[in-house]
């Protein structure tokens, strides 16, 4: 795989120095609800995918309406605990990081839902027992590849980049054995900032296919640092 020329160039790279800019913890303004952001996890001041398909995330959970869902690489759980309080019934946010799972955590307790949310500590399925199931998985997937080893990139840098999608080939590979008989199975991307041809070539390879929900959100994101229209997309891996 190449890395797209918005890596190459600098521009991924330059959105990371903003978010290691904040040292301590803060709250943002999400979708009208008031989070707390630690240091280390992914920013939404920062990086504004979570922003453009926040929309379309309201309007599966409300039409959906789970009774149980998972989030792989939740961070800081915001879009699992929009998800619980908009009509899914049960939720799991896992993250890879310790930061993020104690991010997700003190959400979870500021919104009261510890009897219906958790957050586990492990890479995409690790921490789950094998029985568990559930009707929606979901990940905002980290689409960027890079020219650097997984075990040598850190905390923040694991959040935008899975190099050789590696990541991204365990969750399509895996992710039946943690559906529901009528459990569908989704993530976000991005044509451009991603590699759509390795996506769609992993997802062929273990029987999906991959539909757009709608129209990928395309806006000029001065936020981004990418001055391009960038396209965020969700899709939903459905099996062949």
């Known amino acids: 795989m190449e890395e797209t020329i918005y890596v190459r160039e600098g521009q991924v790279h330059a959105k990371l120095e903003e978010a290691y800019a904040y040292k301590e913890p803060y709250t943002t303004i999400f979708a009208g609800l008031e989070f707390i952001v630690y240091p280390n996890v992914y920013n939404p001041e920062v990086f504004p995918s979570s922003h453009l398909m926040v929309h379309r ?122 559906l529901t008989k009528n459990g569908r199975l989704f993530l976000e991307t991005s044509k451009k900032l991603g590699n759509f041809a390795r996506l769609t070539e992993l997802a062929s390879k273990y029987g999906w296919f991959l539909n757009l929900l709608d129209d990928p959100e395309c806006a000029k994101e001065k936020s981004y640092g990418i001055y391009d229209d960038i396209d965020f997309g969700t899709y939903e891996l459905i099996k062949v």
């Open 57 to 178: 995330w309201l309007r599966l959970i409300r039409t959906v309406k789970p009774n149980s869902l998972l989030e792989i690489g939740a961070g800081a759980g915001y879009l699992s605990i929009l998800a619980a309080l908009n009509g899914a019934n049960t939720v799991t946010a896992t993250d890879i990081t310790s930061q993020a799972v104690a991010n997700i955590q003190a959400n979870i307790d500021k919104y009261n839902l510890g009897d219906r949310m958790r957050a586990l500590h492990g890479s995409i399925f690790e921490p789950l027992h094998k029985n568990d199931r559930f009707d929606i998985i979901f990940w905002n997937t980290p689409f960027n590849h890079i020219n650097k080893p997984l075990n040598e990139l850190n905390e923040l840098e694991r959040t935008l980049f899975d190099p050789d999608y590696i990541l991204t080939e365990i969750y399509i590979r895996e992710a039946h054995k943690h």
